[in-house]
T-cell receptor, first 116, second 115 residues
């Protein structure tokens, strides 16, 4: 998964604690995404960012905030963690192909979060 | 709205036998379709993609998929399974009418390969 890095790889939180998941890319693409993966449900989109300074809600945004301060980094914040946010979180970038619209996404290695 | 249905949550095959993972999609427009693979405790890797060119798409590691518009299907096949193919496979459709270009995932099929 070179090109998209996520930190931390693992995290355990207590209910009510806050934390920020970091995602960084060195591939110079505009669009970045945060997904969560739960057993038997595939991946679901939390938030996305079409470009630096812009963010939009996805399918399951409640309980999360995001920040895209520059082109390279896209962070996901849990202000008050809940057990329902126990999941594996994946950051992804959409591969720009110049004038050809591309829908292919490239994923980071994931962050496994447990909230007790 | 676009959606994806993976018809089997688990598929078990013997090493050396063919693999068939089934996927049906729902889309009002010409979709872009993908298969991603996830090995245990790993990230997701693109296996192959369909983007309105050839209907038979070849991917990595000997996998291929055929886009059948009349059946709204995009099944994944491989002639001969290898132990290293054991993983979870996701059929994915892109929402081409949504400016987010988000991906919509099926619920996954876990492939078990018996020696």
């Amino acid at each position: 998964n070179a090109g998209v890095t996520q930190t931390p790889k693992f995290q355990v939180l207590k209910t009510g604690q806050s934390m920020t998941l970091q995602c960084a890319q060195d591939m110079n693409h505009n669009s970045m995404y945060w997904y969560r993966q739960d057993p038997g449900m595939g991946l679901r989109l939390i938030y996305y960012s079409a470009s630096e300074g812009t963010t939009d809600k996805g399918e399951v945004p409640n309980g999360y905030n995001v920040s895209r301060l520059n082109k390279r980094e896209f962070s996901l914040r849990l202000e008050s963690a809940a057990p329902s946010q126990t999941s594996v979180y994946f950051c992804a970038i959409r591969l720009d192909r110049g004038f050809i619209t591309s829908y292919e996404q490239y994923f980071g290695p994931g962050t496994r979060l447990t909230v007790t | 709205a676009q959606s994806v249905t993976q018809l089997d949550s688990h598929v078990s095959v013997s090493e050396g036998t063919p693999v068939l993972l089934r996927c049906n999609y729902s889309s009002s427009y010409s979709p872009s379709l993908f298969w991603y693979v996830q090995h245990p405790n790993k990230g997701l890797q693109l296996l192959l993609k369909y983007t309105s060119a050839a209907t038979l798409v070849k991917g990595i590691n000997g996998f291929e998929a055929e886009f059948k518009k009349s059946e709204t299907s995009f099944h994944l096949t491989k002639p001969s399974a290898h132990m290293s193919d054991a993983a979870e496979y996701f059929c994915v459709v892109s929402d081409t009418q949504d400016s987010s270009y988000k991906l919509i995932f099926g619920s996954g099929t876990r492939l078990l390969v018996r020696p």
